[in-house]
RNA sequence: GUCCCCAUAGUUUAAUGGAUAGAACCGUGGUUUCCUAAACCAUUAAUCCGAGUUCGAUUCUCGGUGGGGGCACCA
């Protein structure tokens, strides 16, 4: 563990976890149980410091004692424990909050001390240390085009993935492609009866979407079309040549196309598990959950029952077709059972929308009963749900529905608006750097603009929304970046070169404000990561930046006197580093200039 | 019918049961001989309704209202 003292060894990166553990001590040493004494630290209200602890309160009252002379009692002991030092000022306020305020010998300290994306990065990994996860996101439907719904899985999953390797992680990132499922039926059966060749060879993607949409249109229409079209699939599942060689053609050209807007939003996969690859795994799925009970014939097809279960007594998990066909039920248990003993993981994440929520449920529930029964450890299941976006009418923007904005157009749309402002605002950029200024920004702008809410929420698609360029936005974070390099341009000063032995005081507000929320970093991320909620994070980066501009509005950096000089260049330095760092982490990419 | 999710300034939103509910956009007014004004500073304005639990509720529980979604072979 480090130790507090300054001076001494390293001082604590992540002062929040290392106080509770102190707290805690302090609280247990005075013979009070931890149920009794709520002992979590958490950020403080920037007036009243850095951390607070408010257990006091509710266990003086159960215990009819003041409150204030609990506290007092507890700081007391906490005083006594040799891991803290003068660098921590403990006070009461208020009814009985217990308040922590880092000096400033501290906080430059921590600033001297973690010097670079990799040194964070190195500090940060004790949250998830070792454990494994598979993380699940993306999976489109192979032979669909991405329309603008798409891009929350895409982003929230790039973003997840990223903290968690961060914080420590084994991260398997697994793209499960819907590349096996009914609408293949449809595709095959609108391959076959109404292909124009010559649009399949210009544009494929679009041709291979009016098929569908064709055979979509008319299998609803007509039931034996339908009933051709589940034919087309149950050959295609046996193995048909045929259907197989279409099959594999229609999914080369779609991953294609994906592939270039993954490149664009930066997001890579480790694999490409679609639901195909589980076709030859779903039978010891059917044969070992019927042999344990926990399945069993229902209308024809074969269905999983929870009858301990509120909503599951009566609602079936079905597990395999009454025409015999798998569906995604028996590809996502296969698929469990895959993750689990193939990759030996920890933790399963799937990254879908919040409308999916029953199918994971009974997904989860199921798997719980067949892994116990069958003794196979289970891994943590994390369905993490966002909320849907909707079209202008209320309703889930769909491709289905008709015309929704394809991800692509999206995606130029955004780089085309952030031009425009870039050649506004800095017309002598050479045209290389503009157009590379600009799709960091657009799709920046894009990236975040989903990430930067809680995710729980549905909202409307609405242009202007998503590629704001304005107020909460990437281009703020990065701007207030690019200005940081430009100062150390304007200096001719590297980083590496500061004279750090020679900085021994924080002046100003601003400079101790700013040095405050530096390193309000650590607590920030770990809860980003606990949570699995990028927004935390986003709203900290933006606070930061905030803090930042206030910095550099009021406080000179490139002043005459070098110690002055050398200390704020070394705040400058350090908010690069973990402004640069959060975004990384969120898959945007940073601007040297803007 | 039943189950799940959501409800905060005009708009978009933040707040692991804690201190005076925090921002952004829009509006209004101000800041540049000075490191990038894509910036900074100031200013108006909000917890859907009703009970309950609690020292303390935007947060938890119950009941309403309004919106969205799931519920037999789509994913």
Redesign the pocket.
């Given at each position: 563990m480090h130790n507090f003292l300054i001076g001494r060894m390293e001082p604590w990166f992540d002062v929040q976890t290392n106080l509770e553990k102190t707290v805690r001590r302090a609280v247990e040493a005075m013979s009070i149980s931890h149920t009794e004494f709520d002992a979590?630290?958490?950020?403080?209200?920037p007036?009243?410091?850095d951390f607070?602890v408010?257990?006091s309160?509710?266990y003086a009252?159960k215990n009819q004692q003041n409150p204030r002379e609990v506290a007092a009692r507890v700081i007391e002991q906490l005083k006594a424990d040799d891991s803290l030092d003068e660098s921590l000022e403990i006070s009461i306020?208020?009814?009985g909050?217990i308040?922590f305020t880092l000096k400033t010998a501290f906080l430059l300290n921590w600033l001297k001390t973690y010097s670079s994306e990799e040194h964070l990065k190195a500090s940060s990994r004790e949250l998830y240390r070792d454990e494994t996860f598979v993380v699940d996101f993306s999976?489109p439907?192979a032979a669909k085009q991405m329309h603008v719904g798409h891009i929350r899985t895409i982003v929230i999953g790039e973003a997840i993935c990223r903290m968690l390797s961060f914080c420590g992680a084994n991260v398997i990132r697994d793209n499960h492609m819907?590349d096996?499922?009914?609408?293949y039926g449809k595709i095959l059966y609108g391959y076959k009866h109404f292909l124009d060749s010559k649009a399949l060879a210009t544009d494929p993607l679009e041709e291979l979407e009016r098929l569908y949409k064709k055979a979509n249109a008319v299998t609803e229409e007509d039931p034996e079309a339908l009933n051709e079209a589940?034919q087309e699939l149950v050959q295609l599942q046996n193995g048909d040549p045929q259907n197989i060689a279409l099959w594999e053609k229609v999914n080369k050209l779609s991953l294609e196309a994906i592939d270039e807007i993954y490149q664009k939003l930066d997001v890579h996969f480790d694999h490409y598990l679609g639901?195909s690859f589980y076709r030859d795994k779903v039978e010891q799925v059917y044969q070992e959950l019927t042999e344990l009970k926990i399945a069993e014939e229902?209308?024809?097809?074969m269905?999983v029952f929870h009858p301990e279960h509120?909503?599951f007594a009566?609602?079936?998990f079905?597990i395999?077709?009454?025409?015999g066909?798998s569906?995604?039920?028996s590809?996502d248990l296969a698929t469990m059972l895959y993750r689990t003993e193939h990759f030996k993981t920890d933790h399963i994440i799937i990254i879908t929308d919040?409308?999916?929520?029953?199918?994971f449920e009974q997904l989860h529930l199921t798997t719980q009963k067949w892994f116990e029964a069958t003794n196979r450890k289970l891994p943590h299941f994390h369905h993490v749900t966002f909320?849907?976006i909707?079209g202008e009418d209320?309703?889930?923007i769909k491709t289905r529905s008709g015309d929704s904005i394809r991800l692509k157009e999206l995606l130029v749309e955004a780089e085309e608006r952030?031009h425009a402002?870039?050649n506004d605002?800095?017309p002598d950029l050479p045209p290389k750097e503009a157009a590379e200024?600009a799709s960091a920004?657009g799709v920046g702008a894009l990236i975040y603009a989903d990430l930067?809410?809680?995710r729980?929420?549905?909202?409307?698609f609405a242009w202007d929304?998503l590629l704001?360029?304005?107020?909460?936005?990437a281009?703020?974070l990065?701007?207030a970046a690019?200005?940081i390099?430009?100062?150390f341009?304007?200096?001719g000063i590297d980083a590496s070169s500061l004279p750090l032995e020679e900085i021994t005081e924080l002046e100003t507000p601003e400079e101790q404000n700013l040095a405050r929320k530096l390193i309000a970093f650590v607590s920030n991320l770990n809860?980003t990561a606990t949570s699995l909620?990028p927004?935390?994070l986003c709203?900290y980066l933006?606070e930061l930046?905030?803090v930042f501009?206030?910095f550099?509005?009021?406080?000179?950096?490139?002043?005459n006197d070098n110690e002055i000089k050398a200390r704020?260049l070394l705040l400058c330095h350090r908010t690069l580093i973990i402004l640069e760092t959060g975004l990384h982490l969120l898959s945007i990419r940073t601007?040297?200039?803007?």
């Open positions: 979590s630290v958490r950020l403080a209200d007036r009243f410091g607070q408010n257990g309160l509710s009252k306020a208020g009814p909050f308040n999976s439907n819907g096996w499922g009914t609408q589940r639901e229902s209308k024809g097809a269905v509120r909503r009566t609602q079936p079905i395999r077709k009454s025409d066909a569906n995604y039920a590809t919040s409308r999916q929520s029953d199918h909320g849907t909707l209320g309703k889930a952030a402002i870039v605002k800095n200024i920004v930067s809410q809680n729980t929420g549905d909202y409307v929304k704001s360029l304005e107020g909460n936005t281009p703020y990065l701007y690019a200005r390099h430009s100062i341009r304007k200096a809860q909620r927004h935390i709203t933006y930046a905030g501009s206030s550099y509005n009021n406080n000179k950096v490139l002043v704020r601007l040297k200039r803007m």
